[in-house]
C-alpha cells in the first residue's frame, strides 16, 4: 500500500457533483480497465469503442500503457513494484475521469491480479464504476501478431521481465466482460461492450 506522505492536506469538495457532470453529458462515468498480454488487442479495441462512443456523443478517453509510460510513468521500468506502482497511477487517473463523467478506457497489460484488485478497491471506496475487461488470447496468438516484435526480442533475451515469456500473467477470473480476440471480429468485441454499458446505464439504448 502507498504510504500518504504530505500532512496537513484535506480533500476539497466543489458545488458541482459527479451527478450534476454526468447529467450534463448524458452518461455515466466509468473506467474500463482492459487486461490482457501485449498483442491481445487491448489498445485495438480501445481505439475502435471511443470511435463507436464518439459517433454516439459520448465522451471517453483512452488511457493507454505506452502512452503513459511517455509521459506521467516516464520514471517506472518493467519490475514488479515499477508495476505496480504503474497500475496504482493509473488508477488514481482513471478514477477522477469516473468523477468528471467521463468514459475512461484503460489499456494496460497490468499482468498481478492483485494490482487490479487494489484499482477496483479505490473504484469502490468512491463509489465509482469500475468494469474489468479480459482481452483474451493465447500466447501463440500473441506472439504470431507481435505488432511491436516485442515477444521476438524477448525470446532473444533482448528484453527482460517480459509478461508471457519471463513474467507471469495473472488472468482475471471474473471479469465483467470477457474478450476472445482470437475468435471475435472487432466490430463483435465493441458490441459486446456496447450492449454491456447500454444494459448497466452507462450510456443511453439506441
Known amino acids: 500500500m502507498t504510504e500518504q506522505k504530505a500532512t496537513n492536506v484535506t480533500w476539497h469538495d466543489g458545488e458541482i457533483a459527479r451527478e450534476d457532470r454526468n447529467q450534463l453529458l448524458g452518461q455515466q462515468g466509468a473506467t474500463l480497465w482492459f487486461t490482457g498480454l501485449s498483442g491481445s488487442g ?19 478517453y483512452r488511457l493507454d500503457g505506452d502512452n503513459i509510460r511517455l509521459g506521467i510513468n516516464k520514471n517506472l521500468g ?91 500473467y495473472e488472468a482475471p477470473t471474473q471479469a465483467e466482460i470477457h474478450l476472445h480476440t482470437d475468435k471475435m471480429t472487432i466490430e463483435q468485441e465493441v458490441d459486446v461492450i456496447i450492449a454491456y454499458l447500454e444494459q448497466h446505464g452507462f450510456i443511453d439504448s439506441q
Open 78 to 168: 518493467f519490475s514488479a513494484d515499477d508495476r505496480t506502482e504503474n497500475i496504482r497511477r493509473i488508477g488514481e487517473i482513471a478514477k477522477l475521469f469516473v468523477d468528471s463523467g467521463v468514459i475512461a478506457l484503460s489499456s494496460f497489460i497490468s499482468p498481478y491480479r492483485a494490482d487490479r484488485d487494489r484499482v477496483r478497491d479505490l473504484h469502490m471506496e468512491s463509489d465509482s464504476a469500475f468494469i474489468e475487461i479480459f482481452v483474451d488470447c493465447s500466447l501463440a496468438t500473441a506472439e504470431e501478431r507481435d505488432p511491436k516484435g516485442l515477444y521476438k526480442k524477448a525470446r532473444a533475451g533482448e528484453i527482460k521481465n517480459f509478461t508471457g515469456i519471463d513474467d507471469p
Open 42 to 60: 487491448k489498445s485495438t479495441v480501445a481505439v475502435a469503442l471511443e470511435q463507436a462512443l464518439f459517433q454516439r456523443g459520448k465522451l471517453s
